[in-house]
């Protein structure tokens, strides 16, 4: 019977939950890389076929050995290949001729070495897709299921114990990191009993593992493992999927640095891509980013109980005002809201303890140790008059004490009779102790900081999984590219037609049009050196501000030829762009560039120093609604200068956000001859008046 009813991903199913096994390669030796396998799966009991390939033994490990592929009684669902690189391609071809439906490939020596390997690589992976086979890796660690007793792997890590059962899934593109992870979890008595490790990802992406622990009914939280995204649809769709379910999805995401990003693509092959738009997609999707190992444990620990608080606040009963400061920090620097208890229930609680502190966190003091009543008082105050969604309770040191197992009982009375809410303790307990606690239904965690962190992840979860789905991305008409990178005329021109608005501007050739043109728009205007082969006019003087009346236009005429002939001696000069120059309007950046991975990425900002310095811009997947636009513009870190901060009045964010929201929807109908766009500056004119862009630069490459 399948695991997982029929979805975009139980194609990868024989492959990650076999009903039979053969090995290739397979050794008698149940320590070598080939042997390990058998071993994990006889000593754990696989209730499935275990067919060891080796023609030069009869015998392995107490099992028949074959000969060969074509020799085996049965076709089996995966078969682990172990064998030298240059025998590998024979045995792919020979397994798919057997039927079988997935390969766990401990074989390298391909894309990850050179050129050559990546051609063999391909070669073999297309030949494994004609049979209708998955391939995991090559180069890989392969994959375990402690709840199937399947474990096509090598790693030694099991020398030393096997896996907590549990509900967390992982998902590593690093064998050796991946095992690790699982390693550390099982240490700390957290059950993740399923781990993919993809090496190469010649086939099988780490993205496709993803989606298929989301179908997956046995796997309730996802930890993920990546040094770099080589397929995009596949990782969109198991996001999706996961969110779907309501399935967190922990990610530490490696490669942030220039250095790390080096070391990323020469471990796996793989594209680190701009960690910034890697980032902006977790963020669509409500993926939470750790920041190392501890915190996507913590995380993905927590989140097993499956409370998600949509619109979280936390309560903190306490024994330790110090303590109380400190995660009181940790949560402003989060943004978990912490609200006061209603006043008429601080006055209550002062009335029992009159040294207390109340507020949030509530101070109960050392007094619960002379009166372990006051625990249950203090706690059910917090849940009945608070109404918190989230409770910590930090009792540092008491479970060592005398008292701990009437205190203990009066925490779970609380529990028991106001449940649906997020129930953490931070405590320190020997592990027999939190093992206890966490059969009672808290999350233990030593170290309160670390919990704020977790409780604070689960009401981002809540609020991901509870977001409405997003206003559809304009529909626009065809567009059409030029051949050639456009002038900026030409390009405010072919925007235009999508409803993306600029300043009233005229594409001069000679110096009366544009005295003209000046005269019409009113002055002041600016002007600017119009020519397809000078894209910053920045840079060479090209542009001209504050042209206050004819005889300044006739002499910028004159200044912007003579500097364009002086800094590009060799460019295409087509006359100048003379504009409006508009005032009272605060200056954005709204971009697009291509990502090698996810394709059009949106960008805004605020302009001047604060995109070129502070770099306060946000990025999303293009295209996407108004609605997401606005979002994007409300979440920078200089959005009160658009919002009317200190008593200046607000932009036109409608106006705004409605050109975001357009220029993401023509970067999706431009295609891939597209490589970016600039709008820099945008004019985010005063509420009502609009937004226009007063630059405009579009760069085209080949398909």
């Avoid at 002038?487 to 005229?506: C, D, N, Q, Y």
């Avoid at 994007?632 to 658009?642: D, T």
Wanted: glycine share 10%.
């Amino acid at each position: 019977m399948s695991l997982i009813t029929p979805g975009r991903f139980s194609g990868l199913t024989p492959l990650l939950a076999p009903r039979s096994v053969a090995v290739l390669g397979a050794s008698s030796d149940p320590t070598r890389i080939s042997g390990r396998p058998i071993a994990y799966m006889k000593s754990q009991g696989f209730q499935g076929g275990l067919y060891p390939i080796n023609p030069n033994r009869s015998e392995i490990q107490g099992l028949k050995a074959y000969a060969s592929v074509a020799d085996l009684p049965e076709t089996p669902d995966v078969a682990i290949v172990a064998i030298a690189a240059e025998h590998v391609p024979a045995a792919v071809e020979e397994l798919g001729k057997k039927g079988c439906k997935g390969i766990v490939m401990f074989s390298a020596g391909f894309a990850e070495m050179d050129e050559a390997g990546e051609e063999v690589q391909r070669a073999m992976v297309a030949t494994a897709r004609s049979y209708g086979m998955r391939l995991l890796g090559p180069n890989c660690l392969g994959v375990f299921d402690a709840r199937r007793s399947y474990y096509a792997t090598f790693s030694s890590s099991f020398d030393s114990g096997w896996p907590v059962e549990g509900r967390i899934g992982i998902a590593s593109q690093s064998g050796a990191y991946g095992t690790h992870l699982y390693t550390l979890a099982r240490n700390r008595g957290i059950g993740a009993s399923l781990c993919v490790m993809t090496g190469n990802e010649g086939d099988v992406t780490v993205g496709e593992c993803i989606g298929w622990l989301a179908e997956n009914p046995e796997v309730d939280v996802i930890a993920v493992y990546a040094e770099g995204i080589r397929e995009a649809p596949g990782l969109i769709a198991a996001l999706e999927a996961a969110r779907a379910a309501k399935k967190p999805v922990i990610m530490q995401k490696v490669g942030r640095s220039e250095l790390g990003t080096k070391a990323a693509k020469s471990h796996t092959a793989s594209i680190a891509g701009d960690d910034a738009v890697t980032e902006a997609v977790m963020a669509e999707f409500g993926v939470y980013r750790a920041r190392n190992s501890e915190e996507m444990l913590d995380i993905a620990h927590t989140a097993t109980r499956k409370i998600y608080p949509a619109a979280n606040t936390m309560g903190v009963i306490t024994v330790s005002g110090g303590a109380g400061v400190l995660i009181s920090d940790v949560a402003e620097s989060l943004g978990l809201s912490m609200p006061e208890m209603p006043m008429e229930a601080q006055q209550r609680l002062r009335g029992l303890v009159p040294f207390c502190a109340p507020r949030n966190p509530v101070d109960a003091t050392a007094q619960v140790s002379n009166d372990v009543t006051l625990v249950k008082t203090f706690t059910e105050s917090m849940v009945l008059d608070g109404g918190y969604s989230s409770v910590l309770g930090f009792f540092s040191m008491s479970a060592s004490s005398r008292r701990w197992p009437a205190i203990r009982e009066q925490l779970n009375v609380v529990k028991t009779e106001n449940p649906g809410r997020l129930y953490a303790l931070s405590v320190i307990v020997p592990p027999e102790g939190r093992d206890e606690l966490e059969a009672d239904g808290w999350v233990v965690h030593e170290d309160p900081t670390r919990a704020v962190v977790a409780i604070d992840a689960m009401g981002r979860f809540g609020a991901a999984f509870a977001a409405p789905p997003n206003a559809p991305a304009p529909t626009l008409g065809p567009v059409t590219l030029p051949a050639t990178t456009p002038t900026e005329a030409e390009a405010k021109t072919l925007l235009a037609a999508s409803g993306i608005a600029s300043a009233p501007e005229a594409a001069c050739a000679a110096v009366e049009q544009v005295v003209a043109a000046a005269e019409k728009f009113g002055f002041p205007v600016v002007m600017k050196i119009l020519s397809p082969d000078i894209l910053h006019k920045s840079e060479i003087g090209g542009v001209l501000l504050d042209v206050a009346d004819a005889a300044g236009v006739r002499d910028g005429f004159a200044l912007l030829l003579e500097r364009a002939k002086q800094a590009a001696p060799t460019a295409r000069i087509e006359g100048v762009l003379v504009a409006k120059q508009l005032k009272g309007g605060v200056e954005c950046i709204l971009g697009i560039h291509r990502d090698p991975v996810f394709g059009p990425i949106a960008m805004f900002g605020l302009g001047g120093i604060f995109v070129e310095i502070m770099k306060d811009v946000v990025f999303r997947r293009a295209p996407f609604g108004a609605d997401v636009a606005e979002t994007m513009i409300r979440s920078i870190k200089g959005a009160p200068l658009l919002l009317g901060a200190r008593g200046r009045k607000p932009v036109d964010i409608k106006a705004l956000a409605e050109m975001l929201s357009r220029l993401s929807a023509f970067a999706v109908a431009a295609g891939d001859r597209l490589q970016s766009i600039d709008l820099n500056p945008v004019f985010a004119m005063p509420e009502g008046e609009g937004a226009f862009a007063v630059d405009a630069v579009i760069e085209i490459g080949e398909h």
